[in-house]
């Protein structure tokens, strides 16, 4: 218990002397401007975006239902829209949405890519990124951390009062636990305040209506950020006892929040592109497209391997033409060439994310020594606004397009006659009522489970990080000296 007290008066003494800057004031209040309106813009973008996305995905459901009688096969081509909503999370940590798009059209034998991001709509500031609380939490607070931290020991050696502390019985363990107690208190003064707001608009989003997974989600969201600002508290004191003075202190910490937060995460994102080079989106296409061809074009009649199967159903059912098969041939092939089509797509999309896995995977590696890249991806995983979210949207859609072409080659099949009509015949038709077979697109996020298996990495390294330096404070203690 005394050596809590010792702990705590240093602590408090400390938080004292950091509010007689008028400069801390400032600051703070600076910060806590901007998380109000990080707050705002969040919520903001979250009910513009989602209330957007609903909208359209109802009229695209309406289009597509009110329909005429028509040809399925045309139907197909007629397509239908994926949106995708953003999870509330995402009001807090915006991650990589802004660039990525939220929009999907699809059609028969063709595979599309997400369109309508913000960015694209956006001018060039976006790219310098948006204020969002994660960001503050991530990168401002670090280093209001540093600029209260730097002088915390520093100071007491450059005037003399070091010695005198620990003259008086203060062990050099009480002295850093006070030290990083003391900075952590003033820090919770917009950790605190900024995590009820967090909740409050989370439960407001959801009216109230949780899930356990969401939750789960959140209380990891508010667990590793404070983990991660602790973190940044035992760097600050610890360089300010290792430093001669406050002067060096300040270099020192302000170099390691550059490199932190600037310079290491754009230097492995360029290395990670350069190492596991990707090929461009027309290459990309092109090589699907060629790979099509080679496997036969579903659109030719005189195709070989379409000929080869045509000349099997014949085989089959004894018959001579494909207008006396007891289903309509049309709709069997292109069955047959959607079910080829979407294979190769798969095959090469596959491909083309094994590329980006070993991208991440080498960014991933690096937060092993960088505990703010660690705390970005953990913290986009958990809001859903990271790269693999926006992969799995992608394969949730290709997923509802290739059964809706499906469904339509099968009602063509079945219902749709191998005569082809006259000149002045009614052209071959179903009933629109038949629209309704295909259900409306809805896109689910990732679970938490999932979350944690694809950011395990992240949450090593954080744990790893933050044990590494509880034990330098042991070392520490036993080592450092009042000169």
């Not at 990891?220 to 300010?240: D, M």
């Not at 219902?415 to 009522?433: C, F, M, V």
């Amino acid at each position: 218990m005394k050596f809590l007290h010792t702990e705590f008066l240093i602590a408090r003494h400390f938080k004292k002397s950091v509010f007689k800057n008028p400069a801390v004031f400032i600051i703070t209040i600076f910060i806590g401007i901007l998380l109000l309106y990080a707050a705002f813009s969040g919520w903001e973008n979250y009910t513009n975006q989602n209330e957007t996305s609903e909208k359209y995905q109802h009229e695209s459901r309406k289009d597509w239902l009110n329909n005429p009688d028509k040809n399925p096969h045309r139907m197909a081509h007629y397509g239908n829209f994926a949106f995708r909503k953003s999870t509330s999370l995402s009001v807090f940590e915006f991650g990589m949405e802004p660039f990525f798009g939220n929009a999907i059209f699809l059609e028969a034998h063709k595979q599309n890519t997400a369109n309508f991001s913000e960015a694209g709509f956006s001018n060039s500031m976006l790219r310098f990124g948006e204020i969002s609380i994660a960001m503050v939490l991530q990168v401002l607070l670090p280093l209001l951390i540093f600029f209260l931290g730097f002088n915390s020991i520093a100071y007491e050696r450059e005037n003399g009062t070091l010695k005198l502390l620990l003259s008086q019985g203060i062990s050099w363990k009480q002295l850093l636990t006070g030290k990083i107690m003391g900075i952590a208190s003033v820090i919770m003064l917009l950790f605190i305040p900024t995590v009820i707001i967090l909740v409050l608009v989370w439960l407001a989003l959801q009216n109230f209506n949780i899930s356990v997974d969401e939750t789960l989600k959140m209380l990891l969201f508010i667990v590793f950020h404070f983990i991660y600002l602790i973190f940044f508290c035992i760097i600050a004191v610890l360089i300010s006892a290792s430093a001669k003075t406050s002067k060096k202190a300040l270099i020192s910490l302000i170099g390691i929040w550059l490199v932190f937060t600037i310079i290491l995460p754009r230097t492995t994102q360029a290395i990670g592109a350069y190492l596991y080079e990707a090929p461009s989106k027309i290459q990309f296409n092109s090589d699907i497209e060629k790979d099509i061809l080679k496997q036969g074009d579903s659109h030719n009649p005189n195709d070989p391997h379409y000929k080869a199967i045509k000349d099997s159903l014949l085989t089959v059912y004894k018959v001579d033409s494909v207008q006396k098969l007891p289903f309509n041939y049309s709709g069997f092939i292109m069955t047959e060439g959607e079910k080829i089509s979407s294979n190769i797509y798969k095959k090469h999309l596959e491909e083309l994310l094994k590329i980006y896995e070993e991208q991440n995977s080498f960014s991933k590696a690096v937060s092993f020594l960088n505990p703010y890249i660690a705390m970005k991806n953990l913290s986009m995983g958990l809001s859903n606004t990271d790269y693999d979210s926006y992969i799995d949207f992608q394969k949730q859609a290709e997923d509802y397009r290739y059964d809706m072409a499906q469904k339509m080659n099968g009602l063509q099949i079945k219902y749709i006659s191998n005569k082809k009509p006259g000149a002045t015949d009614k052209p071959l038709t179903i009933d629109k009522e038949h629209w309704a077979d295909v259900d409306e697109f809805h896109y689910e996020p990732k679970g938490i489970w999932d979350v944690l298996k694809s950011e395990i990495i992240s949450i090593i390294s954080i744990i790893l990080w933050i044990s590494l330096l509880f034990a330098l404070i042991r070392i520490a203690a036993k080592n450092l000296k009042a000169i």
